[in-house]
């Protein structure tokens, strides 16, 4: 017969709150992750300092990333040679996928020769880019604010295993709380 007094409460109670302990943690590490914007790649869909959730199943499932998806992954190699910590993680919008010919004409944003419309950002680019056709396992992903963001066109595609997750919903601050939406007002593409 099991003791029924306060110490076998207590204990009941440490076991339930371990548990809902192991079950968040276990959320926090395979399906939903909470991350900040530190830079201003991604002006001005996303600001500094927004608090954001990354989507972790559907790098897993070997889903596609769907043009205008914005990802958060891991920095490519060409990166970690150049002092980017490995274990950091970068955001970005993805443009293109395995197969696509991609350049950047007269600040505008091609892929298989035609425009890209939305092409997400807020001006025109003021660099040309390309051709390059992205090669199979990889994205193209260029920042927002693509004058000023450090993306696929200064270190190439972006192998698809780097991908952590899609941000999907920014939780602050609470005046922009909602779906995270491109510059026209859509939501980006596939998330």
């Known amino acids: 017969m099991l003791a029924s007094g306060p110490t076998n409460g207590l204990r009941s109670q440490l076991l339930s709150l371990l548990l809902w302990l192991m079950v968040a943690l276990l ?6 992750e909470p991350r900040w914007i530190p830079s201003g790649s991604m002006l001005p ?8 959730l990354v989507e972790k199943v559907r790098p897993h499932l070997g ?5 205008g998806t914005v990802v958060v992954f891991h920095p490519p190699a060409r990166l970690v040679e150049a002092g980017y910590n490995p274990s950091s993680a970068l955001i970005k919008r993805v443009v293109a996928g395995p197969g696509d010919r991609v350049e950047i004409l007269g600040g505008r944003l091609l892929r298989n020769g035609v425009r890209v419309e939305p092409d997400w950002s ?5 660099y040309e880019f390309g051709p390059v056709v992205v090669p199979p396992g990889h994205l193209l992903v ?4 693509r004058n000023a963001s450090l993306d696929s066109h200064v270190w190439g595609p972006l192998p698809r295993q780097e991908v952590i997750g899609t941000a999907f919903w920014r939780y602050w601050p ?3 709380f909602g779906p995270i939406r491109s510059p026209s007002g859509e939501p980006p593409g596939g998330v």
Not at 27 to 32: D, I, P, S
């Open 27 to 32: 959320l926090r590490w395979l399906v939903v």
């Open 45 to 52: 869909t996303l600001q500094l300092q927004d608090r954001i």
């Open 63 to 67: 889903r596609n990333f769907k043009p």
């Open 122 to 126: 807020a001006e025109a680019m003021d």
């Open 142 to 145: 260029l920042g927002d604010n």
């Open 174 to 176: 609470l005046q922009r």
